[in-house]
C-alpha cells in the first residue's frame, strides 16, 4: 500500500512568488492535514480537510490556503512567499479525523 | 500554539540502554499521540494512548498517562542505533499539536 506522497520534494522560490504544492493520501483516507515545520516554532498546524470540506485552520495568515479534491488529494497554496516561508511543509492524511496520522516526507521549500 | 512540551530536548544513550522521555501538555485531551521523526523525513505514528488509559505497551515501546499531572512518558526499552530519531507528543485529534521533541541519539 503506498504511502502518503507529497510533490515535490524540493522547491526553491524567491520572496513574492507564490507556490502550490501537492499531496496524495493513502487510498482509502479522507482526512488530509498540513503542517509547518521550522526549527524555530517547531511543528506547526496549518489546516485539515475531510471529504473536500476545510474541517480547522491554524493560526497562518490568508497567504497560506488550501483544498481538497473529491479524489482526496490535497493541495496548498502560498501567495506573496515571504523568507520565513522557508520550512518542511508536511502533509498527513488518516480515514477519518479520529484516527492517528500517517506523514508524507514533506517538501522542503527555500525562499531566497 | 503549542499544547505538548517534551523532556530532555536531547538525550544521547548507549545501544541496549532504556531511553525514557516526558510530555507535558496543558488542557483537557482525549488522547495522546507520540510519533518519531527521522531526520529528514516525515512524522511515523508509534502509539496512541486513551485518557482513559494509563499505561499502553507496544513492542519497546512502554507510554504511561498521568492526567492529574498532565504528563505522558514515552520509553524505548533496549535501544537501537535505528531509534535514533527525534520524537514528538501530540494532543488532540483534529488538530494535532506538538512539542519541540526529543531528539535522541543511540550510540553504537
Known amino acids: 500500500k503506498a504511502g502518503v506522497t507529497q510533490t515535490p520534494r524540493y522547491l526553491i522560490k524567491t520572496r513574492g512568488q507564490q507556490v502550490t504544492l501537492s499531496c496524495s493520501p493513502i487510498?482509502?483516507?479522507?482526512?488530509v492535514s498540513w503542517y509547518q515545520q521550522t526549527p524555530g516554532q517547531g511543528l506547526q498546524f496549518l489546516f485539515e480537510?475531510?471529504?473536500?470540506?476545510?474541517?480547522n485552520k491554524g493560526n497562518f495568515p490568508g497567504r497560506f490556503s488550501g483544498r481538497q479534491f473529491s479524489n482526496s488529494r490535497s493541495e496548498m497554496n502560498v501567495s506573496t512567499l515571504e523568507l520565513g516561508d522557508s520550512a518542511l511543509y508536511l502533509c498527513?492524511?488518516?480515514?477519518?479525523?479520529?484516527?492517528?496520522?500517517?506523514f508524507g516526507d514533506g517538501t522542503r521549500l527555500s525562499i531566497l | 500554539s503549542q499544547q505538548g512540551e517534551e523532556d530532555p530536548q536531547a538525550l544521547s544513550i548507549q545501544e541496549g540502554e532504556n531511553a525514557t522521555m516526558n510530555c507535558s501538555y496543558k488542557t483537557s485531551i482525549n488522547n495522546l499521540q507520540w510519533y518519531r521523526q527521522n531526520s529528514g523525513r516525515g512524522l511515523v505514528h508509534l502509539i496512541l494512548i486513551r485518557s482513559n488509559e494509563r499505561e499502553k505497551h507496544s513492542g519497546r515501546l512502554r507510554v504511561t498517562l498521568d492526567t492529574s499531572k498532565k504528563s505522558s512518558s514515552l520509553l524505548i526499552t533496549a535501544s537501537r542505533a535505528a531509534d535514533t530519531a527525534s520524537y514528538f507528543c501530540a494532543t488532540d485529534e483534529y488538530k494535532l499539536s506538538f512539542g519541540a521533541g526529543t531528539t535522541v541519539t543511540v550510540r553504537a
Open positions: 480537510y475531510f471529504s473536500e470540506t476545510q474541517r
Open positions: 498527513a492524511s488518516s480515514r477519518d479525523p479520529n484516527q492517528p496520522q500517517h
Open positions: 487510498s482509502g483516507h479522507r482526512s
